[in-house]
């Protein structure tokens, strides 16, 4: 099968976030003056003349009715993913002291992840290029993702996760016929080997590396269709999990292409920021009078979807906050477990550990009177609690050291 893609004839290019300069959206995936982020970057003046909402409307009941607003169009054969339910959920909010509570239940996405989202714009990015192999470093949710996304379009995937991954959150992925790298490390050290595999892997796409500036548009999504759920309008308040920060950076660009194209009004959102206390660089940053990010060398949380020590979109998650007037709260193991259990109690959802942070996070937040009175407030649930525990079904290969000779000795098939 021969698989094919369009792209946006609204993308203008990729425009770096550190110098400014608007370049090609071509193969490359840092700026080509400075070596800065780059973001994809829409003509939103002629989508705001069309008939924009219309088309949307139309469209299929998947993150793709956003088209528009994304990066390309999906590639044939892709299975559905998005169009989660936007839910009230009163007895949650009673139980944590938020009146007018919402959530975003995204634990029912096709993997139980709303990591399904960025892969299915990492991977239709990944045929328009002519990659061959599907990539990524992982906690464990992306894993599933890319290797759920890649057996649904017939391509490999290799998923690097650290050793002591919890085997339920691995077992999707090698399910899926991916092959399960494990790697005796950090997941930053498991970052880090991906990069240095970068250059000598031609035809490899790594979801979260050599793809990450449209990976990271497949997060927007989630608060496109808050807002339409919502009947066109922003909430005004929403909780976001942090790891990398790509969720939370991407939900502002989502905000403020919403406005730019007039589909929603023009009035203030807040994001604020939920962490584990054991990996909290973000949200410590904020709380300590909004100044840089400090990398954590060791994460000790059982939110292991979230122990990013260096988060890449860090210190703009900071600025976002600082810029929407929001918050942020780190919350102990503890708080962690009691908000996965507070979710399933009150509302029936389960929820994996950083569904918990986000919970108790908000909850701490209400206690210091972040939350006004009558604010529309909504959280970002984003993984299932039935990924966590499940048996061992599958075999798994020894880890590796995070040495890049390691990986090329074990995995000898790999190489191109």
Not at 28 to 57: F, H, K, M, N, W
Not at 175 to 203: F, I, K, W
Not at 245 to 253: D, E, F, K, S, V
Not at 298 to 307: D, F, G, V, W, Y
Request: aromatic share 6%; charged share 20%.
């Amino acid at each position: 099968m021969t698989l094919t893609v369009e792209r946006n004839p609204a993308l203008l290019g990729v425009r770096c976030r550190a110098c400014g300069v608007l370049q090609p959206a071509d193969e490359r995936y840092v700026c080509g003056e400075c070596l800065g982020p780059i973001e994809p970057e829409y003509d939103t003046g002629s989508l705001a003349q069309g008939d924009l909402r219309a088309t949307i409307e139309a469209g299929p009941q998947t993150l793709w009715r956003y088209a528009p607003l994304l990066p390309c169009r999906p590639a044939a054969g892709q299975w559905p993913v998005g169009m989660t339910p936007l839910v009230p959920a009163p007895h949650l909010g009673a139980a944590i002291g938020v009146p007018g509570l919402m959530i975003k239940d995204d634990t029912r996405n096709l993997t139980l992840s709303f990591k399904d989202r960025p892969v299915a714009v990492a991977s239709a990015r990944a045929v328009e290029l002519g990659l061959t192999t599907l990539a990524c470093a992982s906690t464990g949710n992306l894993a599933g993702a890319v290797a759920a996304a890649a057996a649904r379009l017939g391509l490999p995937a290799y998923v690097f996760v650290p050793a002591d991954t919890e085997p339920s959150k691995i077992m999707g992925a090698a399910s899926y016929g991916a092959a399960v790298v494990r790697v005796n490390g950090t997941y930053d050290q498991v970052n880090r080997l991906c990069g240095r595999l970068v250059d000598e892997l031609p035809g490899w796409g790594f979801v979260n590396f050599t793809l990450r500036p449209y990976y990271a548009e497949g997060s927007k999504t989630m608060l496109f269709e808050i807002a339409e759920q919502l009947g066109w309008r922003l909430p005004d308040h929403v909780v976001i999990p942090v790891g990398s920060g790509a969720l939370l950076t991407r939900t502002a660009t989502a905000a403020a292409q919403l406005v730019a194209t007039g589909l929603v009004p023009d009035v203030p959102m807040r994001i604020s920021a939920a962490q584990p206390a054991g990996c909290a660089p973000v949200t410590d940053a904020i709380l300590d009078g909004m100044r840089a990010v400090r990398p954590v060398r060791e994460a000790r949380t059982i939110a292991r979807s979230l122990a990013i020590g260096a988060p890449a979109d860090g210190d703009g998650s900071v600025a976002i906050v600082k810029r929407t007037g929001g918050s942020a709260a780190s919350v102990n193991d503890d708080e962690v477990m009691d908000g996965c259990e507070l979710a399933a109690r009150t509302e029936g959802i389960s929820v994996e550990p950083a569904g918990g942070v986000v919970v108790a996070a908000a909850r701490a937040m209400a206690r210091r009177g972040v939350f006004k009175d009558g604010e529309c407030v909504v959280l970002y649930l984003t993984g299932n609690g039935y990924k966590q525990g499940h048996g061992d079904t599958v075999t798994l290969a020894p880890p590796i050291a995070p040495d890049a000779d390691d990986f090329r000795a074990a995995y000898p098939e790999a190489r191109p």
